[in-house]
């Protein structure tokens, strides 16, 4: 395999409150290899955005490709990544450290930011990750 393409979300309701994650990778031709889907508890939407991060680069390397991109529509993990930004928030430094440890697992990488037009399956992925928890709390 030589190179996949991941798009990553976190979702979460309310900041903090019910979140989950969604991730979709395809192959270099279009076809999609994994979706994940799941209920990460009650946390922020920025912890979810690097939650799916993680989550996606750990089924990513199992396919051992030689270059990933990623694509998120949060900025500010975005820039954290890429450096842009400083990491100060302390629940985003251990895994703003973990992603960037998985990251070097890779030959090479970028991570680009879109719209949130264009995410729209990672973030329904997402959603879908806390309705099925919510509705398995329902009586």
Do not use: C, W
Not at 54 to 77: H, N, T
Not at 98 to 111: D, H, K, S, V
């Amino acid at each position: 395999m030589k190179s996949l393409v991941l798009y990553i979300d976190g979702a979460a309701r309310g900041n903090p409150g019910p979140a989950g994650i969604g991730a979709v990778i395809f192959d270099e031709n279009d076809n999609v290899m994994a979706e994940i889907h799941e209920y990460i508890g009650e946390t922020t939407n920025n912890v979810a955005e690097y939650q799916a991060l993680i989550r996606g680069l750990k089924e990513a390397g199992g396919y051992a490709p030689v270059a990933i991109a990623i694509y998120s529509d949060s900025q500010l993990l975005v820039r954290q990544i890429t450096g842009v930004y400083r990491v100060r928030h302390p629940n985003l430094l251990p895994l703003h450290q973990e992603a960037l440890a998985l990251l070097r697992g890779f030959a090479n990488f970028q991570i680009n930011h879109i719209p949130r037009e264009k995410n729209k399956r990672a973030d329904k992925l997402a959603n879908k990750g806390i309705d099925e928890k919510l509705k398995k709390m329902l009586p």
